[in-house]
C-alpha cells in the first residue's frame, strides 16, 4: 500500500487537527483564530494527503505541513501541469481526464514533477524553455539541492540560479538570450514566480515540505541538469 494511502493506519492524520491546534503549523497568531478557521486548515491538510498522488516519505517532516503543501501543490498551483515531462506521459494509460469518456485522472508517477516539459523558444531565435525537476535529490533537498532560503528566493524574485539562459555577452554566445531581446536571462521566464512571489512564508514552507517528501526522479529533465537520487 503506498505510503500517503497509509497514513491513517500509522496514526498521523488522527494526529493533525491537534498538532494544528496546537500552534506548531499554524504559529501564535493563527493558533488564536476560531474553531472554525483552525477546522478549516485542518480540512486542508487531510484533502493534500488524500490527493497525493504518489508514496510520501515522512521521516523527519512536519507531517502538517506535507499535507498542506500537498494541497497547495495538487489541488491551487497545479505544478505537475508544467513539471512533468508534457502532456503525452503527464497521466497513466487510461486516467487522461481530457480523453472521452472523462476518465478520472491518474498521474504518471515516473514522471511526477520531474521536470522536462519542453516549452519551446519565447520568440524565434531565443532559447527553448525546459521545465526544470522539482523533485529531492541525494541531499534530500527539492528542485536540485536548494536550500529553503534558495527556494524561498526563486519563488520571490524568479532567479534562475542555474544560469541556463543568460543574456549574450561577448563571453557568452550560444543557448543565450540576444542583445535585441527584452527577456532578462537571469530570470525564469516560464514560471509564473511573478503571482508566486505573493505566496505568505508559511505557504511556500509547506510546499517545500511537501516537495521534500515525493519520491526523487534521477536523470536530466532539462539537459542540462542531474538530478542524482543516491
Given at each position: 500500500?503506498?505510503?500517503?494511502?497509509?497514513?491513517?493506519?500509522?496514526?498521523?492524520?488522527?494526529?493533525?487537527?491537534?498538532?494544528?491546534l496546537g500552534g506548531a503549523f499554524l504559529g501564535p497568531a493563527s493558533a488564536r483564530a476560531d474553531a472554525g478557521d483552525l477546522n478549516a486548515e485542518a480540512a486542508l491538510v487531510r484533502r493534500g494527503f488524500e490527493i497525493a498522488p504518489v508514496p510520501l516519505n515522512l521521516e523527519g517532516k512536519n507531517a502538517a505541513l506535507v499535507g498542506f503543501g500537498s494541497y497547495l501543490v495538487n489541488a491551487v498551483a497545479d505544478c505537475n501541469g508544467c513539471h512533468?515531462?508534457?502532456p503525452p506521459s503527464e497521466y497513466m494509460p487510461g486516467g487522461n481526464p481530457y480523453f472521452k469518456g472523462s476518465p478520472p485522472a491518474v498521474l504518471n508517477q515516473s514522471t511526477y514533477l520531474g521536470g522536462g516539459r519542453n516549452f519551446g523558444s519565447l520568440v524565434p531565435g531565443t532559447p527553448a524553455i525546459v521545465s526544470r525537476n522539482l523533485t529531492p535529490d541525494r541531499t534530500g533537498r527539492p528542485a536540485g539541492g536548494l536550500t529553503f532560503e534558495d527556494f524561498l528566493h526563486v519563488l520571490r524574485t524568479g532567479a534562475d540560479l542555474n544560469h541556463l539562459h543568460p543574456n549574450c555577452s561577448a563571453t557568452v554566445t550560444?543557448?543565450?538570450?540576444?542583445?535585441?531581446?527584452?527577456?532578462?536571462?537571469?530570470?525564469?521566464?516560464?514560471?509564473?514566480?511573478?503571482?508566486?512571489q505573493q505566496m505568505s512564508r508559511r505557504d511556500a514552507r509547506a510546499i517545500y515540505e511537501y516537495l521534500r517528501a515525493i519520491p526523487c526522479i534521477a536523470g536530466p529533465a532539462t539537459g542540462v541538469l542531474h538530478n542524482d537520487c543516491f
Open positions: 500500500m503506498p505510503m500517503h494511502r497509509s497514513i491513517a493506519s500509522i496514526g498521523v492524520l488522527s494526529s493533525l487537527t491537534a498538532v494544528l512533468s515531462a508534457g550560444s543557448n543565450c538570450f540576444p542583445a535585441a531581446q527584452p527577456f532578462n536571462g537571469d530570470l525564469l521566464q516560464i514560471m509564473p514566480w511573478p503571482v508566486f
